[in-house]
């Protein structure tokens, strides 16, 4: 085994990468881009556009009501509403926008209330719409409040207090540390973001380097210079693996920033994202480490298999169609692990992939379960160290390097 | 000097069943000389000369290059070899200057004597003007004169050349004919497989004609000459592989 020669490898491979502008996208553009312009841009551009949306004033066609006058009286006078007169086609109004709601007061009903008869208001709207279920809510709260003071009146009026209604109080209150509560809400993402870039940044070297290089006819003049081609491979692979853990690394480092730019800017509305902001500035050097330790052993095994792969294929095109739907490989058990309720056990513990995702929302959380820990970290080693043991097998193969 | 002892290839094809690509192929090239291996499209020359260059491991048999077997020690072989075709391509993004030096590398040099050896095969063949400028950015010309680079820069006391004009210009196809002459001239041992009968004519210090992976003759231009009574190499040509291709035919 020659250091040396695998270096010189190596080296070779990384001078190429950085001077290809597509190896440059798929790994360092695209991880840095992602998340800035996920959470950023669209978190940005659907909080204006509630806000937009909830600055409309909104017309509500009023049904009936003529006999109710203090109820009309009451929707007329409430803040950033519209309320406009009955027309018969109301429901297409409705469904073309031209109205966001209509609120139907029965007949007789501030009779009916006053005689503490049953009656129903009823409100009609566009399910789904945004405009329409903030138009819903606003009647909605009008009526519920209305329902409550009717309800006061009556207490009082029979000398009642109001716990004859509520006669006691239901709360939820939280004794897991913080952390641990925004572990156990984003712990998931981050190893399945891990995960995913780990393989999104193996997947364009892993074809450049293999199938690539038969496309380019470099394939025979490397195989004819004195180089083993275990020494070949091992320095493909470690090239491959680079771009796989800097892919990871860059995201995380991106997300991190592109949330804590996102708390600085977000008000309390936006509570949600700056918590998860916060959270991740919370991210320990402790817990960073410890992600990417159980991300070494996937980025290995991704970087091997798909390296792997790809040499079947005689061009590049041929390689892609080869490995994407690996993705899906990848995504589903990653995305099996968000699924709540779902937690290590120890036959979860040998299933790849899995393992390291559940794993990672463990450790984000704060949890080391040093026995689970040992075996997803050996499982996954021993799955890694076999897909380099049939990389390199391969990389032997005439039929494989040669395939015509 | 290489020793061709019995060498076979045979491949599996979907579709064919086994396919015998060289057959028991023997022969010698001695230091100092050009061997030309004259054949056919398919005739077997690519992958006798892969086996050469253990680019291929034979099926059958074996061959000695420089004192190395190629089945028992490819690596120390290919050390000892330059192996140039139309199908070793160029890393087209590395500089003419970075890919000759990693094949240096590659071959063991260290960095003062790598330093040495590229200045002067760049001087040599006058590469100096492209020697900063990225393969993909190279003429066809200056493309062979830096594969002919990446061949010479570890000093190799065997060439093997694989249809190395195979789809270049005349002026590009004189450049690697000339320095076939000069690895001739410098003592290195040099096969050289073609289909193009003038160049065999011109180089070639003996001749072995290839057929359905069967060398079926070989020996000095004038030795052919003399045993088929024709001198056109080309007539000799089609004397020698009718009858095996009349069979073949046949089948």
Known sequence: MSIRNVGIVYRKELTEAVRDRRTLISTILVPLLLFPVLSVGFGSLAVALVGKAKEETPKVMLRGGEDSPAVVEGLKKLDKIEIVAETPNWKDQIINKEIRAAVEIPAGFQANVAQQRADTVRIFNYEGELKSEFATEKIEKYMKEYRDKVIKERLAAKNLPDTVLKPFDVKQENVAPPEKVSGAAFGGIIGYMVILLCMTGAMYPAMDLTAGEKERGTMETILSSPISRMHLVLGKFFLILTAALGTAALSVLSMGVSFSVLGHYTSQSAGGRAAAAEFLLKLGPKTVISVFLMALPVAVLFSATLMTIALFAKTYKEAQSYLTPMTFVVIIPAIAAMLPGVELTPKLSIIPILNVSLLCKELVAGTYHWNYIAVIFASTCVYAAAALFIAIKMFQRESVLFRS | MIEARGLSKRFQDKKRGEISAVDNVSFTCQPGKIYGLLGANGAG???????????????????????????????????????????????????????????????????????????????????????????????????????IARTLVHDPPVMIFDEPTNGLDIMTARTITSFIRECRNNGKTVIFSTHIMSEVEKLCDNIGIIQSGKLLVEGTLAELRDKYAEQDLEEIFVKVVTPLFAAEEAN
Request: proline share 2%; aromatic share 6%; net charge positive.
């Open chain 2, 45 to 147: 020359k690519t992958t006798t000369l892969r086996m050469l260059a253990t680019i291929l491991e034979p099926t059958g048999g074996t061959a000695i290059v420089c004192g190395h077997d190629i089945v028992e020690q490819p690596e120390k072989v290919r050390a000892n070899v330059g192996f140039l075709s139309t199908a070793t391509a160029l890393y087209r993004r590395l500089t003419a200057q970075e890919f000759v030096e990693y094949f240096g590398r590659l071959n063991g040099l260290d960095e003062a004597t790598l330093k040495k050896r590229v200045d002067d095969i760049f001087k040599r063949l006058d590469m100096n003007g492209f020697r900063d400028r990225r393969c993909d950015k190279l003429s066809t010309g200056m493309m062979q004169k830096t594969s």
